[in-house]
Each structure stands twice: as C-alpha cells, then as structure tokens.
T-cell receptor
Framework: DTAVSQTPKYLVTQMGNDKSIKCEQN?????MYWYKQDSKKFLKIMFS???????INETVPNRFSPKSPDKAHLNLHINSLELGDSAVYFC?????????????FGNGTRLTVT | KQEVTQIPAALSVPEGENLVLNCSFT??????LQWFRQDPGKGLTSLLL?????REQTSGRLNASLDKSSGRSTLYIAASQPGDSATYLC??????????????FGTGTLLAVQP
C-alpha cells in the first residue's frame, strides 16, 4: 500500500551510461515532482508535472529528461551520466497546486556514478 | 532569491529534554511553511504545515511557530525521545510563475536524542 514508490532503490553505474528511475503514486494526486538531494543533504527541485504537463523546470542539464505517461507516473531518464550526478533522487506527489496540500515523498533512489 | 537556513546543523540532546529547531528565510512572500522529518534511507514525512496567515500549529509533542515578517519559524519538540532522532527539514512554499508554486528546502538539522 506504498503511497509513492520509486525504483530502483540503489543504482550504481559507470560514467557515460544512460539510466532511468521510475516513480508511481497511488494517492490520486495529479502533480508529481523530482527532487535531487546532494551529499550535504540539500534538497532541490528539478521538475514538476501537473496532469502530464511540465510546469516546473529548474536549471537542470538537458541530459535529464522527465517523462509522465499518465498522472500517476513520472519517470526520470538520464543520458551520459557524469560523476556529479551521484546523489539521492526523490520523487514526490501532491494534490495539484493546492497551496496547503502537503507533498508525499518516495524513499529515494541512491545513484552512484563511478 | 529565496534562501532557507536552519540552525543548528546538528544537535544532540539527552532523552526527555525539550528542544527547539530554527528555520529562517530571506523572502517573506511565502504561501506557507512546512516541517518535514527524514529518516536515514527514507523519504520525507510531513510533520506540520503552517499557512502564512497562521502563527502556529501543533501536533502531539510538536509545535511549530511562524513569524513571517521576520522570516523565522521554530519547531519545538517536547519531552524528546530516541525515536525523534532524524534530520528535520523546513521548506517554504512560494510562487514560481503564473499559477505555479514550489517548495524551497532548508539545509536541515540532524537531531540525535540519546537514551
């Protein structure tokens, strides 16, 4: 009955590879997010989709491409991985852009690029 | 540009103590402020959300206050327990553009409650 689930939990890969992280939520939310948490535990938003439409796109290299096939899924594809991409990536969801709708987070995907 | 800072970065207290975590933000034009808890290897759990028009919110042993004009919020934890050990993050919600808004997170406080 996990609310926001992302896979895989751990991902170890070499520089230059392409990888994807998947996220699914069963809360009936229509807005989903990808956050990156660096080694200093600082969380920063990368993307947000509302009803499959991109609404937030922070300054992120175009090697990162989110895809939302439906409002319950938001996947993150990363091309040509670099050492600096190593971080924990969190998926989250909320009820639209309702201001007092709290975000629900997945457990994170720890990406290590060697 | 909004900057959210949390002090202290780390805190260790004996079990049973009351404690206060601090969060400050530079731009007072926020919709609300949210406190989260993050356990190792886990995602974030929402603890309390305070609207910009509110002064405080309470949930069990937790009390969060907000002083928007001075750009400050505190999270008060009463009678701390070892199970409270985690990283605590505050986040402000503000306008991104058009009708869109986003959360901006603070730097976090790592709390250790010693049994």
């Amino acid at each position: 009955d996990t609310a926001v689930s992302q896979t895989p939990k751990y991902l170890v890969t070499q520089m230059g590879n392409d990888k994807s992280i998947k996220c699914e939520q069963n809360l009936g939310h229509d807005t989903m997010y990808w956050y990156k948490q660096d080694s200093k535990k600082f969380l920063k938003i990368m993307f947000s989709y509302n009803n499959k439409e991109l609404i937030i796109n922070e300054t992120v290299p175009n090697r990162f491409s989110p895809k939302s096939p439906d409002k319950a899924h938001l996947n993150l594809h990363i091309n040509s991985l670099e050492l600096g991409d190593s971080a924990v990536y969190f998926c989250a969801s909320s009820l639209g852009q309702v201001l007092d709708s709290p975000l629900h987070f997945g457990n994170g995907t720890r990406l290590t690029v060697t | 540009k909004q900057e959210v800072t949390q002090i202290p970065a780390a805190l260790s207290v004996p079990e049973g103590e009351n404690l206060v975590l601090n969060c400050s933000f530079t731009d007072s034009a926020i919709y609300n402020l949210q406190w989260f808890r993050q356990d190792p290897g886990k995602g974030l759990t929402s603890l309390l959300l305070i609207q910009s028009s509110q002064r405080e919110q309470t949930s069990g042993r937790l009390n969060a206050s907000l002083d928007k004009s001075s750009g400050r919020s505190t999270l008060y934890i009463a009678a701390s327990q070892p199970g409270d050990s985690a990283t605590y993050l505050c986040a402000v919600r503000q306008r991104y553009g058009g009708a869109t808004n986003k959360l901006i997170f603070g730097t976090g406080t790592l709390l250790a409650v010693q049994p």
